[in-house]
C-alpha cells in the first residue's frame, strides 16, 4: 500500500477533538489493520482521522484503498474523489479511480457533450476549486494594475504599455473567472456521488410504492437533484432519473 505515511506535523495540526482520540494511534492502528489484512478495520481507523477534521489527499487515498480492499466499490470512489478536490492532478488518485470503476457493474455510457464542453471540463478538472480563485484573484489584481498604468495621465506610460495587452490580460481573467465557477459548481454545488449499497432498488417515485424502475449496484454514478422524505432523487449519467433511498447513496 503506498502513501501510508501521513506526516507527524499534519496529525499535530488536528483539532482538540481529534487529539483526544491520539490521532498517531488512530493512523497506526489503521496502517496495521490494512498490513494485515483487516481492511474494514482500516477503513473504520482512516475515517475517525477524517471525521476529526484532518481533509487531506493522503488520507482519502488510504482510506479509498481500505474501502476498495473490503469490496466497498462505490465508499472507494467517494473517497478517491473527494481527495482528487484537495489533489486534482494527483497520478495515483487518478489511477486507482480510474480503476476501481472497472470493478462497477453497471455500465451506463454518459449522454454525449459538444467537443468544447468535455474539452473545458477536463482542462478545469486539474484545478482545485482553491487554485482556481487565486488564480482569478492574481490575474484580476495584475489587470487592474496594468490599466491604471495604461491609463495614468502620464503620456510616456501610456506608450510604453500597448492597449491590446491590457485588454487581452482582462480576457484571460473573464477565462479563469470562468474556471473558478466551474470548480465551484463541480465542488460545492453539484451534488456529484456513488451508490454505496451492494445493490438497491431505483423507483418511480420517493417510497416503496412507486414503480421499480432498474436495480442499481455499487459504484454507479450519479447526481442528486433532491431530497424528498428520505429519497434522492438522483439523475445518472445517461440522463435517466430515479429515486434511491438516502442510505445507498452517498454525496461526494
Known sequence: MRRLLVLLLLLSAAPVTLRAQDPQKLFDDAVSAYQRGRYD???IGFSRIVQGGIDDPRVWYNLGNSHFKSGHIGAALVSYRRGLRLAPRDAD???NLRY???????KIEPVGELFLTTWWRAAVDRLSLQEARWLASLIFWLAAVLTVWRFWPDPSRRARLPLWLVTGIWVVWLVATGA???????????R???VIAT???VRGGPGDEYTLQFVAHDGLAGAVERTESGWHLVRFPNGLKG???VSSFEII
Not at 476501481?100 to 453497471?106: E, G, I, K, S
Not at 473558478?180 to 453539484?190: E, F, G, K, L, P
Request: some cysteine; glycine content about 4%.
Open 41 to 43: 478495520s482500516a477503513a
Open 93 to 95: 488518485l487518478m489511477a
Open 100 to 106: 476501481v470503476r472497472l470493478f462497477a457493474v453497471d
Open 180 to 190: 473558478s465557477a466551474t470548480c465551484y459548481a463541480r465542488d460545492v454545488a453539484a
Open 192 to 194: 456529484d456521488g456513488f
Open 199 to 201: 445493490q438497491t432498488e
Open 243 to 245: 429515486w434511491l433511498p
